[in-house]
């Protein structure tokens, strides 16, 4: 099988050449562009024939730094045409954080662009790229470099990088097409990095046809699409939002997918969802809930929504967080749409409980995700393994096997998908939320049960942060937290220890701290708090109570 033959030649083949495939809207850079099947299909097989003429084979891994451009989906499906291995890493990332997945992914390329947009802030992706190879010991034999006119990117410019870089459309300018190249369904088809509660994130492993499968079933099962309609999910590729539901599933249902290069919220106002679902005919609409409650906390009243009146749109899709009953009535009651809450994690791709519209339509009940989807056998059990009643809270776990689709292993590292997800409870998948199921069957996620917080659908290693100021000279000892925010859903706090006899003197410590954690993973963090106490809460055995 090949994924990409899946997503593009099948459809050409099968009368949708014509359709529109991708639309492409950023109004941070003014920019609309749309591509039917056919010819997604040939710039997806030329930028294959390009990577195929660096030397790029099937199992090779490929890293994507890129923002939300038509470009970045290309890159993707002409690593799944050459059965290479792709892993997007979220576009702006901290250049630490790209040297990371560097060593562990050992990249033949990486395809960058020359900038991010965001809002209205210009980011040089090229420097950040340069100190993460200076950073890693492995070094990629090379870096296609995107030109954007916003910011355009000095190519071979560090000493000792001579012939490394490569400027994309004169590469692509001169390369063939290339077909797809038969892959086994175990062959992975991506490694996506999530945060991992010990600091080093985890290389989730999909594979080509459990993945291929467990998309094409949850477009009709999860969001009831049909071929042909618009699906948008309002996301960024470089999480598994926008691997499973912006690039994969909608393409291969035949649908079209929206590529959106801004915010719910200042690109330019907080109507910009609402006219790109008037403007494109969209039926389904997916986002967190993040984008909803900074939409409501700019347009309380939902006057903006009014303006548009969406008339394809059928049903909106929530999920990468805890959806709280206001942000779901507020939503429901302002656009007179519908709400579906599911929940789903990086590891399963897809939607572990939902409310299944296209088999069963199940009442709503506000705070819970409806019921677990055909082939999850989801179950709540307590600390010694034993099954729960009905509304009592405990771990939320998914009996084994895993259906189609789920995380095969960790990238290179077996032990730590065993001992992290299958070792706690024997016999059972361990997602580490807690939660409960009520007598009705519905199951309701209340949060991480470990030290990973969610700050705007993006999962967040507290540990990771705790490593980043505890390196530092004053620190003698920290903890990291996540509280509750209305926008975000969590935020960071730290609290801090000094050493004794070291003080801060007019916040300076404080300030180099909210920087080193800002150089090190990246602004996605919202790391803005962080207090110097006199001492941390402590368990008997020493261990720091962070609850």
């Avoid at 010990?198 to 099962?221: F, L, N």
Wanted: overall charge negative.
């Amino acid at each position: 099988m090949n994924t990409c033959f899946l997503v593009l030649d099948y459809h050409v083949l099968n009368g949708r050449a014509e359709q529109t495939a991708l639309i492409y809207d950023s109004p941070v850079t003014g920019k609309k562009k749309s591509y039917t099947y056919k010819q997604l299909t040939n710039e997806v097989a030329r930028t294959a024939g390009m990577l195929a003429e660096m030397g790029v084979v099937k199992g090779d891994r490929v890293i994507i730094y890129m923002p939300m451009i038509p470009e970045a989906v290309m890159a993707m499906l002409a690593c799944a045409r050459l059965g290479a291995v792709h892993s997007v890493v979220f576009g702006g990332f901290a250049a630490n954080e790209l040297a990371i997945r560097i060593e562990d992914a050992e990249p033949k390329v990486i395809m960058a662009a020359s900038c991010g947009i965001e809002v209205k802030k210009i980011i040089p992706y090229l420097p950040m790229v340069n100190k993460a190879i200076k950073d890693s010991r492995w070094k990629p034999e090379k870096v296609v470099v995107y030109q954007r006119e916003e910011c355009p990117a000095e190519l071979n410019s560090n000493p000792g990088v001579d012939g490394r870089d490569v400027d994309w459309s004169q590469q692509l300018a001169k390369s063939n097409p290339h077909d797809c190249v038969p892959v086994d369904a175990c062959d992975p088809l991506y490694v996506l990095y999530t945060s991992g509660t010990t600091g080093k994130p985890k290389g989730v492993v999909r594979e080509h046809g459990g993945h291929a499968v467990a998309m094409k079933y949850s477009m009709s099962v999860i969001y009831n699409a049909k071929p042909g309609e618009v699906y948008w999910a309002a996301s960024d590729v470089g999480w598994v939002v926008g691997h499973s539901y912006i690039v994969y599933a909608p393409l291969i249902h035949g649908c079209t997918t929206i590529l959106y290069e801004g915010k719910p919220v200042r690109t330019p106002d907080p109507a910009a969802f609402w006219r790109v679902c008037q403007e494109h005919d969209v039926n389904i609409l997916f986002s967190a809930p993040t984008a909803f409650r900074a939409i409501k906390k700019e347009d309380p009243e939902g006057e903006l929504i009014k303006q548009y009146p969406m008339p394809a749109l059928r049903t909106i899709f929530m999920a990468g967080e805890r959806l709280d009953p206001p942000t779901l009535q507020w939503v429901e009651e302002k656009t007179k749409r519908p709400v579906v809450d599911h929940w789903w994690q990086t590891e399963t791709g897809w939607a572990i409980s939902g409310n299944p519209l296209g088999l069963e339509e199940f009442p709503l009940k506000p705070g819970s995700s409806t019921m677990p989807t055909p082939g999850f056998d989801v179950q709540v059990l307590d600390e010694t393994g034993s099954p729960v009643a009905a509304n009592e809270q405990g771990f939320i776990v998914i009996q084994l096997p895993l259906p189609p689709g789920c995380l095969a292993t960790v990238w290179r590292n077996h032990d730590r998908f065993q001992s992290g997800y299958l070792t706690q409870f024997p016999g059972y998948y361990v997602s580490g939320d807690g939660g409960y199921i009520d007598e009705d069957g519905y199951l309701f996620v209340m949060g991480r049960i470990d030290d990973v917080i969610n700050v705007a659908g993006h999962r967040l290693s507290t540990g990771e942060m705790e490593e980043i100021l505890g390196g530092h000279n004053d620190v003698a000892e920290c903890a990291v937290i996540g509280a509750h925010d209305a926008l975000k859903g969590q935020i960071p706090y730290g609290f801090v220890v000094l050493k004794d006899g070291h003080y801060s003197v007019d916040g300076n410590i404080e300030k180099e701290l909210l920087q080193k954690v800002r150089e090190e993973i990246g602004a996605v963090a919202s790391f803005r708090n962080v207090m110097i106490v006199n001492r941390l809460p402590k368990t008997r055995s020493g261990k720091v109570l962070r609850r």
